[in-house]
DNA sequence: CGGGAACTGTCAGCGAGGTGACACCATCGG
DNA sequence: CCGATGGTGTCACCTCGCTGACAGTTCCCG
């Protein structure tokens, strides 16, 4: 069964190359990427257990990894290629707290705390995700303080953030607040610039906007030379001037 | 050394009451306010380890923990009485991203990543803490597994705060903000009723909006029976009403 | 008890951003 | 190849909160 979802996962993000090995490769490659491995080094046979309780799961775009209504099946997500939207419909209109991009966790606090999340999460397009049962994840944790360690300093990497995405909001200027935004969220491309594949709606959902607004502010970067407006895409052109207006 | 220090900590907190095992009473109670005692219990051993470690501290009114400038001592302050003001000086005025109360923990995030945190800490009014060395911050972690997994609940707690800060604050009017702000940040009275002691010029920073924006509508608030507005002071009337202005 | 510092209360004018609506365009499935 | 879906570009109107200023009040320390 494990397999059979394996070569699945794996059809999207690099077709045709499933060995046996797979597993401690994702293993290896969530060591490498979940939280940070100066003061957190993990021993081979940490990377072992991880290997052997992954579950590789795919998901279609619009698909929900829960959701205020589903309630769908608990645990932790590790998000390997594509998007993850994590909304709210608070008030009027919804509110993106953020977006998860390959890499990135989640799931795991619900289970620290023992209380359900207040957002919902859908994929945005294709999604290849590691997943990680409720009683594997606290078995891990209660037999591996390497990792127990290292996840530790994953949640602190998200607390920071969070914080500084606060700083970054309050109280100011529209175009200061995008920037911001941009700069953040931006995939980095090999050719050098980046890009923010991000619907405009999804953009001024997590700046708490009106799209309209949003859509002024861009056209303003994109007049300007700072950024080149695409179908659902953000390409990021000069990069210094986004970081001055970001702290204009 | 550490004796002399610990009787000037408690002359404030409690004056006449230093015995012994005050350094015990204090590990425990650490263990009783930081994270969430469920799924990770500490042991005796735990606890008398974080006993021999804890230093009392003890802040007046005004001073730093830590600053942009000042880049005082590192290590971990767990408050134990007083609160304490973390703020940034991005752009125009200045913004609160947060205060600490008793129970609350701050520094534990920079020595986990390695880098400095983006805003400084003061203390508000006078303010007795414990502190934790960065050698003996990592030394508890490295031997006491179940003191890392508790920290890890702690850290998760202060994540899901953020998280429903920024979602209390995205594209929400003003009343709703405030009233979801005065709704976290009360102290419960023994008397029924919170109080938030804080000036209105903070309460503004928090919500990083102007002071005259915020006072008009803690003025509505009062004509309308929901609040008592005091000196330095906003005393919580009707707090149903409040958490239906929050939910508007 | 008196003076300075900090906090609160309030106002008129202005600009940023929300609202709702509508035309146009990319993308994808049939 | 065509139509449905969903994303983008833009507009006129209007509300909300900012700006800067000033007067009154409370607190605290000498």
New binding site residues.
């Given amino acids: 069964m494990r397999l059979s979802r394996w070569s699945e996962a794996l059809r999207t993000a690099r077709a045709g190359s499933v060995t046996a090995d797979a597993p401690v490769r994702d293993a290896a490659w969530v060591a490498r990427c979940v939280g940070r491995g100066t003061n957190a080094p993990l021993a081979p046979a940490d990377v072992a257990a991880l290997a052997a309780t992954l579950q590789p799961v795919e998901l279609a775009a619009g698909q929900p990894l829960f959701g205020a209504s589903t309630r769908s099946e608990p645990g932790v997500w590790i998000i390997r290629s594509g998007h993850v939207e994590l909304s709210v419909t608070a008030g009027?209109?919804p509110v993106v707290v953020g977006v998860l991009r390959p890499g990135d966790v989640e799931g795991d606090i619900p289970l620290l705390l023992g209380l359900a999340l207040p957002y919902a999460a859908r994929a945005v397009d294709a999604v290849t995700c590691l997943h990680l049962r409720p009683a594997d994840f606290e078995d891990l944790l209660a037999r591996h303080p390497a990792i127990a360690r290292r996840w530790l300093s994953s949640v602190a990497q998200r607390l920071a953030a969070s914080h500084e995405r606060l700083i970054a909001l309050l109280?100011r200027?529209?175009p200061a607040q995008l920037a911001g935004l941009l700069l953040d969220e931006a995939d980095h491309d090999p050719d050098g610039g980046g890009v923010v594949r991000l619907?405009?709606?999804t953009l001024a959902a997590m700046l708490g906007?009106?799209r309209?607004?949003l859509?002024?502010i861009?056209?303003d970067f994109e007049r300007n030379g700072h950024v080149e407006?695409g179908?659902?895409a953000v390409r990021l052109i000069d990069v210094g001037a986004l970081q001055r207006i970001r702290s204009a």
Same sequence: chains 1, 2.
Avoid: E, I
Wanted: charged share 20%; glycine share 6%; net charge positive.
């Fill in positions: 009027r209109n109280g200027p529209l619907p405009q709606r906007v009106a309209p607004s859509n002024k861009l056209k407006v179908y659902s």
